[in-house]
Nanobody
Framework: QVQLVESGGGLVQFGGSLRLSCAAS????????MGWYRQTPGKQRELVAG???????KYADSVMGRFTISRDNAKNTVYLQMNSLKPEDTAVYYC????????????WGQGTRVTVSS
């Protein structure tokens, strides 16, 4: 069982920045593909950004060029740097981990709320 603990959410003004962190309780963090998802009321959870165990990255079109995902395997942590924030980025952001060797092992954090005021 892997526990994921997100932090860094909060209230920010339009155009501002936030950095989300997700700390994982596993000694094999480097073997996990990590992702950040977000969800707003009444909508499905959507992928925002992902980073593989090999550190390849992917982004939703809506955040391309504004958000950057990164990982520090020594600290068992994945980050999401969010710049040029817009009100439509307001959501609960969730950290996700998938074991690259066994994709049935999927874990979620509890979520951290990001609110962007206009």
């Amino acid at each position: 069982q892997v526990q994921l603990v997100e932090s860094g959410g909060g209230l920010v003004q339009f155009g501002g920045s936030l950095r989300l962190s997700c700390a994982a309780s596993t000694t094999i963090f480097s073997r996990y593909n990590m992702g950040w998802y977000r969800q707003t009321p009444g909508k499905q959870r959507e992928l925002v950004a992902g980073i593989s165990s090999g550190e390849s990255t992917k982004y939703a079109d809506s955040v391309m060029g504004r958000f950057t995902i990164s990982r520090d395997n020594a600290k068992n942590t994945v980050y999401l740097q969010m710049n040029s924030l817009k009100p439509e980025d307001t959501a609960v952001y969730y950290c996700n981990a998938i074991n690259s060797g066994d994709r049935t092992l999927v874990y979620w954090g509890q979520g951290t709320r990001v609110t962007v005021s206009s």
